[in-house]
């Protein structure tokens, strides 16, 4: 099991940006498809973002699209969400991910990271 730390999040105004980072222990980071998800209150868990294990596939979520990419640094074991245009709909709690095998319909998730608070004002 690959054990996930993610750092960045915070208080940041309408259309500002934010940059989340992952940490991942473990030897197969480079061999996952890694993500991000996020949970607002009183919602569920929702697909963001996914990363292919060499980096060159990303899919992301249509409320995202455009604003939102991801990244990684298989060297560093560090999967990335750069967000951008924020608005208060995007305030949540954004989860890492590793081993991704199903985000649209349903979750497939071998791990998971603690969350990271992320809010945005209008």
């Known amino acids: 099991q690959v054990l996930l730390v993610e750092s960045g999040g915070g208080l940041v105004q309408a259309g500002g940006s934010l940059r989340l980072s992952c940490a991942a222990s473990g030897r197969t980071f480079s061999n996952n498809f890694m993500g991000w998800f996020r949970q607002a209150p009183g919602k569920e868990r929702e697909f963001v973002a996914v990363?292919?294990?060499?980096?060159?596939?990303?899919d992301y979520a249509d409320s995202v699209k455009g604003r939102f990419t991801i990244s990684r640094d298989n060297a560093k074991n560090t999967v990335y969400l750069q967000m951008n245009s924020l608005k208060p709909e995007d305030t949540a709690v954004y989860y890492c991910?590793?081993?991704?095998?199903?985000?649209?319909?349903?979750?497939?998730?071998?791990?998971w990271g603690q969350g990271t608070q992320v809010t945005v004002s209008s």
């Open positions: 990363c292919s294990p060499g980096g060159g596939n990303t």
């Open positions: 991910a590793a081993d991704v095998r199903r985000w649209r319909s349903g979750h497939q998730v071998a791990s």
